[in-house]
């Protein structure tokens, strides 16, 4: 089938990162991976959540949004309460980041994670969490607090579009596909998340081993991209 930009099904969309966007953040970058643009920031802050006072740990937590023009119709700001995929995103980015953190090597500290989607064009939640991963290692840099990292982290999708396996979808592929997943993979190859849903349908064991296969050969292509910015 032909894709956006003539990409082979295992092919990755261009992927960029400027690092330091904002310089009123201990750590900044934005990636724009395909029609993607994602603000990441991380702050430091010298405080931690109340059922953590006196363990002698720290914490990691991420908000996650989209501007109301991030996709092609305007959506309204989630001022009162948060939507449930959006919640679920900034969880998602939350628990990845720390699964690579050694939280006793940040005592007394929370690192605020903001990733907002400027535009959207599908998989803003894998290029969040490679470009959050960015971010907060700038910020634990400038404090000389990166040795609290344990490994690096990056992520990306993949999906079942007319019986056929493709990384990395864009939203057009997105919305029509029948499975879609997401891999959340550490620089050392360990799975941290993985998401599968069948889409109003279901995928076999083959299908799941191909679509793993897949993820992790694009796996290789983001960390080789991430590692580029993280020097």
Request: glycine share 8%.
């Amino acid at each position: 089938m032909k894709r956006s930009q003539n990409r082979k099904k295992d092919d990755l969309r261009p992927i960029s990162i400027t690092n330091g966007f904002i310089q009123t953040a201990h750590g900044s970058t934005l990636i724009e991976w395909g029609k993607n643009k994602i603000l990441c920031t991380a702050t430091i802050a010298d405080e931690t959540p109340p059922w953590l006072e006196g363990k002698n740990q720290g914490w990691i937590t991420a908000e996650y949004a989209m501007l109301p023009t991030a996709t092609h119709q305007r959506k309204q700001r989630e001022r009162k309460s948060l939507g449930g995929r959006t919640y679920e995103i900034q969880r998602l980015i939350g628990r990845s980041l720390r699964a690579v953190a050694n939280l006793s090597e940040l005592p007394e500290k929370t690192i605020y994670i903001d990733c907002d989607v400027l535009q959207a064009d599908g998989g803003t939640r894998c290029a969040s969490i490679t470009g959050a991963y960015i971010a907060l290692y700038q910020a634990l840099k400038t404090e000389g607090l990166e040795s609290a990292l344990n490994d690096t982290l990056v992520a990306v999708s993949v999906g079942i579009l007319k019986d056929e396996v493709l990384l990395d979808l864009d939203y057009n592929e997105d919305s029509q596909a029948r499975v879609d997943m997401n891999f959340v993979v550490t620089g050392s190859k360990k799975f941290v998340e993985i998401q599968g849903t069948g889409e109003e349908s279901t995928f076999s064991q083959e299908e799941l081993s191909e679509m793993t296969s897949t993820a992790l050969a694009g796996i290789e292509k983001v960390i080789t991209v991430q590692k580029k910015y993280l020097k």
